[in-house]
C-alpha cells in the first residue's frame, strides 16, 4: 500500500467534493436508518451526513485511513463505533443492521463477491444497501481504457480497480437492486438496494 495515500485522500477529494460529491453523499447516507454498519469508512467523509440514525458502527481495514477521521468523530452527535476489520470478514452476527452504507470501496475491496454475502448476513430482511463506486464505463472505448490503466492505478491508489463492475456484483449476489443514478457519464453510480429474501 502506498504511504502517502492516507495523507493526501482528503486533500485530492477536495475539487471532486466541492464539485458534486458532497451532494450525492448526503442524499445517500440521509436515506440511512436504524443501526447502520458503514463499510471502508476511509477518513470518515460520510460521518457528518448521518440523521437520526440509532448508532453507525464502521469498518475500516487501514488504521493510516481511520486516523484521519478521528476529528470527524468528534464533531457529530451520531454515535458512531468504528473497528479495524475487512469487509469480507466483517466482526457482527447475522441480521442486525438496518442499513449499510459503503462509498467509493467496492472498487478496492480485494473479494467484493465475499464482502457482498458478508453484507447479505448481517443485514436484515428489508435492510437498506446504500453505495456510491466509480465503475467501468458502458461506453466501448471507454471501458477498454479503464481495464488498460487499472494495472498502474492499482499500484498507485491503495489497491483500487478502475474496471470493477460492481453493479453487475451487486446483481449477481442477490440483493434487490431499486435504484440506480448515474454520473459523469456512468463513470460514478449511487445503487440503492434492498436485502429482499
Ligand atoms: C477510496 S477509499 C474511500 C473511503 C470512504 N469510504 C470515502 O467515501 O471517502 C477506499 C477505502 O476502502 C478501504 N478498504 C480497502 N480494502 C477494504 C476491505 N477489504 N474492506 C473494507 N474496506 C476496505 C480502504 O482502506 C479505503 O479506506
Avoid at 469508512?41 to 485511513?65: K, L, S, W
Avoid at 447479505?120 to 471501458?143: N, P, S
Amino acid at each position: 500500500m502506498a504511504k502517502w495515500f492516507p495523507h493526501i485522500y482528503d486533500i485530492a477529494m477536495k475539487p471532486l467534493e466541492k464539485m458534486r460529491f458532497e451532494r450525492i453523499r448526503a442524499n445517500l447516507v440521509r436515506q440511512a436508518q436504524g443501526k447502520v454498519l458503514e463499510i471502508g469508512f476511509g477518513t470518515g467523509a460520510n460521518f457528518h451526513y448521518y440523521q437520526d440514525v440509532e448508532r453507525v458502527d464502521a469498518i475500516e481495514p487501514n488504521p493510516a485511513m481511520s486516523k484521519q477521521a478521528n476529528k470527524r468523530i468528534q464533531k457529530t452527535h451520531t454515535p458512531i463505533y468504528t473497528y479495524q476489520a475487512k469487509a469480507e470478514e466483517l466482526p457482527f452476527e447475522d441480521n442486525r443492521f438496518d442499513t449499510i452504507v459503503a462509498t467509493l470501496v467496492f472498487c478496492t475491496i480485494p473479494d467484493p463477491e465475499k464482502a457482498l454475502q458478508e453484507i447479505r448476513r448481517t443485514c436484515k430482511v428489508g435492510a437498506k444497501i446504500l453505495l456510491f463506486e466509480h465503475v467501468k464505463m458502458d461506453q466501448k472505448m471507454m471501458g477498454k481504457t479503464q481495464e488498460a490503466l487499472t494495472p498502474v492505478w492499482r499500484k498507485m491508489c491503495d489497491g483500487c480497480h478502475l474496471n470493477r463492475d460492481t453493479l453487475k456484483l451487486v446483481k449477481q449476489s442477490g440483493l434487490e437492486v431499486q435504484k440506480v443514478t448515474s454520473y459523469y457519464g456512468g463513470l460514478f453510480l449511487t445503487i440503492e438496494c434492498c436485502n429482499s429474501l
